[in-house]
């Protein structure tokens, strides 16, 4: 198409706002779009477009979006190729296979872009000062790529970035411990999917507006006192750390804000008193799916906001729950001990003064009798699962402490004489 040959086409171009020329089998961008002046989106998706030009975009001065995702653009994006770009708002080159290497100063001068997707391509390394002028953006997407080490002053001034992926670079074993200085807004941050083993003290020291962080799927092996000095962080996301097997007394005794914490599916093997000291605003603990034989006494006291604790499929020794072991919880509205197969034992007070508990499940354990006041003082409890249990005796207090209208489920408990199901 050549926009030289119509002087009436020629002033249709220069009026064009938008264009999707995704999908077109295009091998290089056209030269007409140089000549769309008024352009504000260009989408130049799912092509086969392998070079971009450097200048290409250069008089295209009111364009905000521009996305070039799912191409074969290889090797390095160049210096020169967003010239001029002033307006530029999102910039999408992600799914290029192909591409490997951003030149420092590949997006320079894009002074009011906010959003960058580079993820799905085999980028290796990132340069310092790659990002360094563009103090607007907000989300930097970087997942899916062959990044092996995050190096200081990677992202420097960047004073409005508030989330930054990094997950799935499945060679990302380091973390520099100034990789993530001078991100004072930065809100969101996932490392989830890489081969990080540790967490050096000073990585997190400048992220004082992290609210979320994602360390799920590394082989982190420690959380060490005072790595995570983070006070705002209300999610913190651990789970697939399988060599993760101990937490250290204080290893969240810096985030007080924290509100959620998944420890699922990592190694550990006890959980001591003082772990979850100083967590007020804490909701939520998930450790299933680990190796638990030991809970201490206290080791889940004083969480005044916590709402639910989950310890189901632990392959542990969790034989047995002692009175003391969930103190001072006026919250807690579920706990989960399903599938622990040793659970054996439930000893007086095992449950009690839980003001708030409505859901207590206790199915597909090995517990074969429950004593006289394992459950007391809990006047919300509206749900006892106790579905496939050995269960052979129950004394006949055991559960003349609940409130009436407690459904106990003791379907495939062969050996009582209740009902499968009943209320109290």
Request: charged share 25%; glycine share 4%; aromatic share 8%.
């Amino acid at each position: 198409m050549d926009v030289n040959s119509d002087p009436k086409t020629h002033t249709w171009y220069k009026k064009l706002k938008k264009i999707d020329l995704r999908n077109n089998d295009l091998k290089n961008i056209p030269n007409y779009i140089s000549k769309m002046i008024s352009l504000k989106k260009l989408d130049l998706s799912m092509n086969k477009i392998i070079n971009i030009p450097p200048g290409i975009f250069k008089k295209l001065l009111k364009l905000e979006i521009l996305d070039l995702s799912r191409n074969d653009i290889a090797g390095m994006i160049k210096p020169g190729v967003f010239l001029n770009l002033s307006k530029l708002r999102e910039l999408n080159l992600s799914y290029n296979w192909r591409l490997t290497t951003l030149h420092p100063k590949a997006f320079y001068n894009l002074s009011l872009l906010e959003k960058l997707d580079l993820s799905e391509n085999i980028i290796r390394e990132i340069k310092a000062g790659t990002f360094v002028n563009l103090p607007k953006l907000k989300t930097l997407d970087l997942s899916e790529n062959i990044i092996r080490e995050i190096k200081a002053g990677t992202f420097v001034n960047l004073p409005k970035l508030k989330t930054l992926d990094l997950s799935d670079n499945r060679k990302l074993t380091t973390l520099h411990p100034k990789a993530f200085s001078d991100l004072s807004s930065l809100e969101i941050l996932y490392l989830n999917g890489n081969k990080i083993t540790e967490i050096k003290s000073d990585t997190f020291f400048s992220l004082p507006s992290l609210q979320k962080l994602d360390l799920s799927y590394n082989e982190i092996s420690e959380i060490k006192a005072g790595v995570l000095n983070l006070p705002k962080l209300r999610i913190l996301n651990l789970w697939n750390n399988e060599k993760l097997t101990t937490l250290h007394p204080k290893a969240f005794s810096d985030i007080p804000s924290l509100e959620i914490l998944d420890l699922s599916n990592t190694n550990i093997e006890e959980i001591r008193s003082g772990v979850f000291t100083g967590m007020p605003k804490l909701k939520k603990i998930n450790l299933s799916r680990n190796r638990l034989f030991f809970l201490d006494d206290e080791a889940f006291y004083n969480l005044p906001s916590l709402e639910l604790l989950d310890f189901h499929s632990n392959y542990g020794e969790i034989y047995e729950i002692v009175g003391g072991t969930f103190v001072n919880l006026p919250k807690l509205k579920e706990i989960n001990l399903r599938l622990n197969r040793k659970l054996t034992i439930l000893h007086q007070k095992a449950f009690s003064d839980l003001p708030s508990l409505e859901t207590l499940e206790l199915s597909y354990t090995n517990i074969g009798f429950i004593g006289e006041g394992a459950f007391k003082n809990l006047p919300k409890l509206k749900e006892i699962n106790l579905r496939d249990t050995p269960l052979t005796t129950l004394h006949q207090k055991a559960f003349s402490d609940l409130s009436p209208g407690v459904l106990i489920d003791l379907r495939g408990t062969k050996n009582i004489s209740k009902p499968a199901v009943y209320q109290t």
